[in-house]
């Protein structure tokens, strides 16, 4: 189950039967199932709170995952700034619907074991994101 919630900013406008199918469909490429994963929409402001008080890191971000997999179940929760996708898709020339998109599945593949911090894992996470997206 997936749940799209708000905090502070209007509900984007995301085909949300559309969306979950297509997150559903890409968990299904790592073998995982989905269990319960909530979407949390926020401004920078909320995304800085949630950043400093949670992983002590004191800078805006676009989106945060928390982990909370069982086996091949795929649970978390993923907070996610449209500010930044905004700022973001305006910077790297891409829709504000193409970048939200981008950031939905990046906070998805976080939860299918992928990372993004080490060297390489970025170009990894890339490619990934990018099969992704030509699922939608």
Known sequence: MITYNTSGVKMPKIKRRDTTAWIKAVIATYNKRLGEVGYMFVNDEKILEINNEYLQHDYYTDVITFDYNENDVVNGDIVISL???????EKFGKTFDDELHRVI????LHL????DKAPGEREQM?????KALTLR
Do not use: Q, S, Y
């Not at 500010?83 to 898709?89: E, G, K, S």
């Not at 599945?105 to 998805?108: F, P, T």
């Not at 890339?126 to 990018?130: C, P």
């Open 112 to 115: 299918c074991g992928l990372h």
């Open 105 to 108: 599945i990046h906070g998805i």
């Open 83 to 89: 500010d930044t996708v905004r700022t973001n898709a």
């Open 126 to 130: 890339e490619k990934a994101e990018n």
